[in-house]
């Protein structure tokens, strides 16, 4: 079945630092790929998406491109701020046309001033 | 619009207890998911429901039963509580129309003694 696999945290980064969040995938077809941010208390709201291969997703800063030859859809964003703390999580969506996700575990973000 | 709601936001219950968590969506979308967040294991799919009268298992539907009263609204019943569906519960709906994608509630926090 599909999977999601994200890179482990917590990742620990000071104020303005470079972020990499690395996210692989595997999937049948060619899946839609999204991040998801969860800040703390609340639900989960959508950071970005890429359908295809070589899309480029970005928002607030942050961008992924779908890269099919390595499956994978990193995130980064070039200098994050304390307010970028929070749980990121990588997801996939099947081709089932019922739209249902499959995420990551999730990588929690710390970011100090 | 207030998007997706949950009810309650917090309920302790004993083992063995049954109790229903309430959705409800105003954005006129016709799918909507249940998902459990644990620790370490990202979110999982319960249920979802593609449209109004129908209703799929997920990943890990077991000790669930659910009810897709309408189109607004997406309930999950616990018949006899486990200390293993301890989780935090969320809710979401997917716009097919628009953004492509899936909106969550707040989630409901779930503690069974």
């Known amino acids: 079945g599909d999977s999601v696999t994200q890179m482990e945290g917590p990742v620990t980064l000071s104020e303005e630092a470079f972020l990499t969040i690395n996210c692989t995938y595997t999937a049948t077809g060619y899946p839609s790929l999204f991040w998801y941010v969860q800040y703390p208390g609340e639900g989960l709201q959508l950071l970005l998406k890429?359908?295809?291969?070589?899309d480029k997703g970005s928002n607030k800063g942050f961008e992924a491109t779908y890269r099919k030859e390595t499956t994978s859809f990193h995130l980064e964003k070039g200098s994050v701020q304390v307010s970028d703390s929070a749980v990121y999580f990588c997801a996939l969506s099947d081709q089932s046309g019922y739209s249902t996700l499959t995420f990551g575990k999730g990588t929690m973000l710390l970011v100090s001033p | 619009n207030a998007g997706v709601t949950q009810t309650p936001k917090f309920q302790v219950l004993k083992t063995g207890q049954s109790m229903t968590l309430q959705c409800a969506q105003d954005m006129n979308h016709n799918s909507m998911y249940w998902y459990r967040q644990d620790p370490g294991m990202g979110l999982r799919l319960i249920y979802y429901?593609?449209?109004?009268?129908?209703?799929d298992k997920g990943e890990v539907p077991n000790g669930y039963n659910v009810s897709r009263l309408n189109k607004r609204e997406f309930s999950l019943r616990l018949e006899s509580a486990a200390p293993s569906q301890t989780s935090v519960y969320f809710c979401a709906s997917f716009d097919s129309g628009g953004a492509e994608t899936q909106y969550f509630g707040p989630g409901t926090r779930l503690l069974v003694l």
């Open positions: 429901s593609a449209s109004e009268g129908t209703t």
């Open positions: 890429a359908t295809k291969a070589d």
